[in-house]
């Protein structure tokens, strides 16, 4: 894909066996693939916590919102990097290039109660709004192509988030072809809860963001690549693109999850050389981790 072309996933915009390949085009960048993720107990389990992500470990799991994400450090020394030679190596340098990040994070995958109850439009305005000026042709196209799912975690009825995300992130300071870069690797959990049936799992997204500095350091443009894990495929093209976890009393729910925690929550930091290969299996579609439709 080149820059300035829309995003798409692979195969049928009505998520029958969906790819899990999201791809969010910027002037500049090219963009790449999604898939799907999760620990048990699995969500019928009786002995279930009512938040399974409340025993993760705070030290791997290192943000639980927009500002603690925005206000972790930034690894990499910058005289390591000729492209860095001539720009500060203050954290605060990269400020702008950070606030814009996390602002557009924030508003897609940190927030779901903002969205209830918004109207698909009212939804892609919430998101434009709080996304950079690089992203607003291709996140409008992504809309129009059935793909919302990949940038607005809202979920259809009756299901529920629970409590705070648990985020596992790192900034790094990089290179892009000869250029200084600022690249950001997260993985975001929530603990989803049925409202009728009482079921509690997990869903979460593997986010990978590689951005070109300017010399202020503002974001010049970005790419980002993304999967999705936790969540019923088929559920999701019922609803129009709202999420749907993986929470039925059904092997293939269960399996998902188990999926999901084992794959994805297991080992949610993602290296900087994955953010950095296009052909990364960490942001490979993977079946076990999504229920896909056939």
């Known amino acids: 894909m080149t820059a300035g072309e829309a995003p798409r996933t692979r195969g049928n915009p009505a998520l029958r066996r969906r790819s899990l390949a999201a791809l969010l085009a910027v002037p500049g960048a090219v963009l790449l693939t999604t898939g799907c993720g999760g620990p048990s107990p699995v969500p019928t389990s009786a002995d279930i916590a009512r938040d399974p992500l409340a025993s993760l470990d705070p030290a791997v799991w290192n943000a639980r919102s927009a500002e603690e994400l925005r206000g972790l450090s930034v690894q990499g020394a910058s005289v390591e990097l000729d492209s860095w030679a001539d720009l500060s190596a203050d954290d605060s340098f990269v400020d702008p290039a950070r606030d814009l990040l996390t602002t557009f994070v924030g508003a897609a995958y940190l927030a779901p109660e903002d969205l209830r109850g918004l ?148 080992s949610p930091h993602i290296p900087l050389e994955d953010l950095l290969d296009e052909e990364s299996s960490l942001f490979a579609e993977d079946d076990l981790t999504y229920l896909t439709c056939d």
């Open 119 to 266: 109207d698909d439009e009212a939804t892609h305005d919430h998101i434009a709004k709080n996304s950079p000026e690089f992203w607003q042709q291709g996140l409008r196209t992504a809309w129009d192509d059935g793909n919302r799912l990949f940038y607005a975690i809202a979920l259809a009825e009756p299901f529920r988030t629970v409590g705070r995300p648990a985020i596992a992130a790192d900034w790094h300071r990089t290179e892009q072809e000869d250029g200084p870069a600022l690249a950001l690797g997260a993985t975001i959990a929530w603990t989803a809860l049925h409202n009728e049936t009482r079921a509690v799992g997990v869903f979460a997204y593997r986010l990978g963001i590689v951005t070109q500095i300017a010399g202020d350091g503002s974001a010049a443009d970005a790419a980002i690549r993304l999967t999705i894990h936790g969540l019923d495929g088929c559920g999701i093209a019922e609803h129009e693109g709202l999420l749907v976890p993986a929470l039925a009393d059904d092997d293939q729910h269960r399996e998902v999850q188990k999926a999901t925690q084992e794959k994805v929550l297991a």
